[in-house]
């Protein structure tokens, strides 16, 4: 199996700029491989910095100390130290990242929102539009909300929007925080078909997944955050 994210002794500590340059560490050592078609999911007690490893997966936290390899194409890129135009890069084709909370944007109708990730990694308007439709209705958007901007929507619409936006596009290696948070059964139970799919499909996932019964059904192995904890060394 290809590895297609690898993290090699990756450290993190925030400075406090307001509170005379404070430091807090919050990780060191953190040292883990994703494979294609795998679904890892980090565990550990809440603060362990599960989300904090994920935003430096993601470029929107620095990492500051080791390397973070992401396959791209037949490369190897490290975001540690890549420049934010690749970071940039690695977003419209590589990385996707599934969160569930909806950037809203203003005036854009729920079913483009969904098509758009698609539509800029080169499929042509009418098919994106037509693959982010058959979303929305596996996600039970009522077919009404489609035209519509989602801004007005219900917590629990814009969040399927969002999810249908994550899983539209075809990414490589795909971020999951918390996709199924405050979902209902029925839901749930879509998204884990989804996420069965891009494995099916050869991406490699990594997860923040507090829901332990989704945990146990998509998770193929669990990587202990607790064990990279800074403060406890
Ligand atoms: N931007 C930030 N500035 C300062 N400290 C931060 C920042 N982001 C996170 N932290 C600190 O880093 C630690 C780890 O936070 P993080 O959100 O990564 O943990 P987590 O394991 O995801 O927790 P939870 O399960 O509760 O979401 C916490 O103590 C938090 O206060």
Redesign the pocket.
Known sequence: MRTRLCLNDVGKT?T?HLQGGLA?P?VAGVSFAVDAGECVVLG??????????LKMIYGN?RCERGQILVTEDEKIVNIASAAPRQVLALRQKTIGYVSQFLRVIPRVSAENVVAEPLIAQGTGEAAARKVARDLLARLNVPEALWGLPPATFSGGEQQRVNIARGFIAHYPLLLLDEPTASLDAANRAVVIDLVNEKKQQGVAMLG?L?DLDVREVIADRVVD?SGFSARAA
């Open positions: 925030f406090m807090i919050v550990g007690p809440s603060g362990a910095g599960k989300s904090s490893i936290y923040i507090h955050v």
